[in-house]
């Protein structure tokens, strides 16, 4: 076990160094930010002062490995626009992102996985069938629909819960989290199902082509011979089974909405690192960017990790299998 | 004579297939007392399997038992509810299946898998039931049984997967098991061993066994009744030292022709001719008609079973002529 832990922080790191190489040069290659750093009217003076002090003069395997050996003492730069450290200012946006997609993963697995379950386990039902038509919406309507349809019907129409915007927090370990307040949570529910919808419809799919397949093996079976209630049946055959792909799906599904909420983050005006990367893009803040992205392959390159090593927990034939 | 731990009369199986209906299980009956070990062969297709997973209500649709009855300890099992079946199932009449790779669950410890099949019909604290878990595995040859409970079915030999299977169906001491080609996927010589204990173990424990295979060897080692299988329904059943030196039925005369340890040294093995039939299209009258030396005209009608309680066999033209009809 160990050997395979070590061998998997082996990988990736390599994957980081790789990733970081390509970020610097794709954002590199992304406008100039000289245009945007420095007034038109300024003296040629100022010009190559400003220049100098951003090391933009410098050639971009300098820059590159400059960025590289402040990002490993813990310094990515400044905002540009900003003008103030950028790892402070992603970690000041970070938790409002991040609630919101735990809230829209986690609740999007822990309903889509029984109702999966149920649709597997009786495919011809009615029920099982309402619940395969609505995962399909869940696939094929858009996010950014979804989001309008929700914002109408329960902010303008119902006046039930807020149009947008973070709620009331709380500080809990130093970081400002919404999921404490009961009005935090009212400006939760609209973008986090929002959000969760289309991971809804994938925990769906996958659990019900799990628990069909696994309905029709010799192991369920043999359970039932032994007499066992369908009942322990489900719960302890066939949601151990399944549970090594939702695993799976889980951390990228957690991964890629980390990174990606930008849309529900606009439509929501939700203050979540999803908008303050559209918002550097368009600046051409270089710092953001990069630092963003090189934190979401970090963010990728964990959560994958974790699933490895979650997989080697729950199939215990892969633990022997890498450790041998 | 004492009332048979098992009686099965007329069961009939059919699968209701888009292609059609498929009468997997024909009219089959037979009787089983108490420690006795019946073996069922048959090619494949015959319906051996079906006829097992018919005893233990465990037909998977588009099948289902249509008809007959099925008395286990006195008790009707056809058209049970699911829930009594279910508390049947396990405790009563148990199952073993012929692949130990797919039939644990290969994510959760054998303890685990044990303890599950034990709460299903009583209870017992975990540690009653990791005590009565090892003592199982140990009884069936099982070396090192308390330390191995915390293994996963992976880090265990075929051989010894099926020994664990073999311990969760003995664990409630149930009056029948059906083993259905137990030893099939294992290597012939862990398959002797198994098949010795296996007879220890159920004339120990005065449990009855239906051993289902498609080889005659193995099972006439094992059991002192044969029922033969062809398409669907037993043709000959009775004691196997008769079966085996007087065939009746002109199938389990070719079967045992096809045998290489019966076989005269020197000649070729003798097959049988032409291939199962279709399930879905069977010919008409008796389906063995069409591969038989003896058909004549007469065979074009079902033969009904001629003979006892205790040797029977569904031909128009025996081999062997029974008393009465040598009469
Ligand atoms: N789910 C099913 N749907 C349709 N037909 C089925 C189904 N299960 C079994 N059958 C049919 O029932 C017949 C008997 O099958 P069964 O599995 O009992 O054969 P068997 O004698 O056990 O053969 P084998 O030696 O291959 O295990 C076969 O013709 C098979 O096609
Ligand atoms: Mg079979």
């Known amino acids: 076990m160990l050997g395979f832990i070590i061998q998997r922080v082996l990988q990736a790191m390599l994957v980081m160094a790789v990733m970081s190489a390509l970020v610097f040069i794709g954002v590199y290659a992304v406008g100039n930010p000289i245009d945007v750093l420095i007034s038109p009217d300024a003296t040629q003076d100022i010009r190559t002062e400003t220049i100098a002090r951003y090391g933009l003069d410098r050639p971009l395997y300098e820059q590159y490995f400059t960025f590289v050996g402040n990002i490993l003492s813990g310094d990515m730069g400044r905002s540009f626009v900003f003008g103030m450290p950028v790892l402070q200012l992603i970690m000041q946006r970070l938790p409002a992102t991040l609630e919101l997609t735990l809230v829209a993963v986690i609740g999007a697995t822990l309903a889509g996985v029984p109702l999966g379950i149920y649709a597997g386990y009786r495919p011809q039902s009615p029920i099982s069938k309402t619940i395969m038509a609505v995962s399909i919406l869940g696939f094929s309507v858009p996010t950014f629909w979804i989001g309008l349809i929700l914002i109408l019907f329960f902010a303008v129409h119902l006046g039930w819960l807020p149009a947008g915007s973070r709620g009331a927090t709380r500080s809990f370990l130093g970081v400002e989290w919404s999921v404490l307040t009961l009005d935090g949570w009212k400006h939760l529910v609209l973008p986090a199902t929002n959000l969760a919808l289309f991971k809804l419809a994938m925990m769906i799919r996958l659990s019900r082509a799990g628990t069909r397949e696994i309905m029709l093996t010799d192991t369920i079976k043999f359970a039932r011979a032994a007499g066992l209630s369908e009942w322990t049946i489900l719960r302890q055959h066939v949601l151990k089974l399944i549970s090594i792909p939702i695993v799976t799906v889980f951390g990228l599904e957690f991964g890629s909405t980390l990174a990606f909420a930008v849309v529900t983050e606009t439509i929501f005006s939700w203050p979540g690192v999803g908008k303050l990367i559209i918002d550097s893009i368009a600046q051409l803040d270089r710092p953001v960017m990069v630092a963003y992205l090189i934190l979401i392959a970090f963010l990728f390159v964990t959560i994958n990790l974790t699933v490895d090593l979650v997989y080697a927990l729950l199939d215990p034939r892969l633990r022997r299998g890498r450790a041998a | ?327």
């Open chain 2, 1 to 327: 004579m004492t009332e048979p731990v098992l009686q099965v009369s007329a069961l009939s199986t059919h699968f209701f297939t888009k292609a059609g209906v498929v009468r997997a299980v024909e009219g089959v009956s037979f009787s089983l007392a108490r420690g006795e070990v019946l073996g069922l062969v048959g090619e494949s297709g015959s319906g051996k399997s079906v006829t097992g997973f018919s005893l233990l209500g465990l037909v998977d649709p588009p099948g289902r038992i249509v008809s007959g009855s099925i008395r286990l300890e006195g008790r009707e099992l056809v058209g049970l509810p699911n829930d009594e079946l279910r508390d049947v199932r396990g405790r009563r009449i148990a199952m073993v299946f012929q692949d130990p790779m797919m039939t644990l669950n290969p994510v959760l410890t054998i303890e685990r898998q044990m303890r599950l099949a034990i709460l299903a019909h009583e209870r017992a604290s975990p540690r009653a039931a990791r005590a009565r878990s090892a003592e199982a595995l140990t009884r069936v040859g099982i070396p090192d049984a308390a330390r191995r409970l915390d293994d996963y079915p992976h880090q265990f030999s075929g051989g010894m997967r099926q020994r664990v299977a073999i311990a969760i169906a003995l664990l409630h001491r149930p009056a029948v098991i059906v083993a259905d080609e137990p030893t099939t996927a294992l290597d012939v010589s862990i398959q002797a061993q198994i098949l010795a204990e296996m007879a220890k173990l159920v004339s120990e424990l005065g449990t009855s066994l239906i051993w289902i295979s498609h080889d005659l060897a193995v099972v006439s080692a094992l059991s002192r009744r044969i029922a033969v299988m062809y398409a669907g329904r037993i043709v000959e059943e009775g004691p196997t030292a008769v079966v085996l030196d007087e065939p009746r039925h002109p199938y389990t005369r070719g079967l045992l022709d096809s045998l290489p340890s019966r076989a005269e040294p020197g000649r070729e093995l003798a097959q049988i001719p032409g291939s199962t039939p279709s399930m879905l299209r069977l010919p008409e009258g008796c389906p063995f008609r069409p591969r038989c030396p003896r058909a004549s005209p007469a065979c074009t009608v079902m033969p009904e079973p001629t003979g006892d309680a205790v040797r029977r066999a569904r031909c128009h033209h025996p081999l062997v002529l029974t008393p009465a009809e040598a009469v």
